[in-house]
């Protein structure tokens, strides 16, 4: 069992950056691919990024965000820059043992974390 908790959500101007935090729980933190939803209101849950050895992208966030862990922290990192009126939402961490499809096939998630964006 993985427990996730997000931080770092918050209030923003556009163009202004945020970086949520995602504390996972556990000793086999190392052997899970991590990833990043969000889901505004009124749409569906969508995936932002994804990490294993590398990091993998939503087209609306590529070049832009950034995915990050730190193994020894059981921590995952999203750093988001530039951001939008559109990137509002409530932001989930989640993660899957190794592999497979970043976008699909998460097991575990967190409670989520409010981000919004000020035009």
């Known amino acids: 069992q993985v427990q996730l908790v997000e931080s770092g959500g918050g209030l923003v101007q556009a163009g202004g950056s945020l970086r949520l935090s995602c504390a996972a729980s556990?000793?086999?933190?190392?052997?899970?691919?991590m990833g990043w939803f969000r889901q505004a209101p009124g749409k569906e849950r969508e995936f932002v990024a994804g990490?294993?050895?590398?990091?993998g992208y939503a087209d609306s966030v590529k070049g832009r965000f950034t995915i990050s862990r730190d193994n020894a922290k059981n921590t995952v990192y999203l750093q988001m820059n530039s951001l939008k009126p559109e990137d509002t939402a409530v932001y989930f961490c989640?993660?899957?043992?190794?592999?497979?499809?970043?976008?699909?096939?998460?097991?575990?998630w967190g409670q989520g974390t409010q981000v919004t964006v000020s035009s």
């Open positions: 556990g000793r086999s933190f190392s052997t899970y691919t």
């Open positions: 990490i294993s050895w590398s990091g």
């Open positions: 989640a993660a899957k043992f190794w592999g497979g499809d970043y976008s699909s096939g998460y097991d575990y």
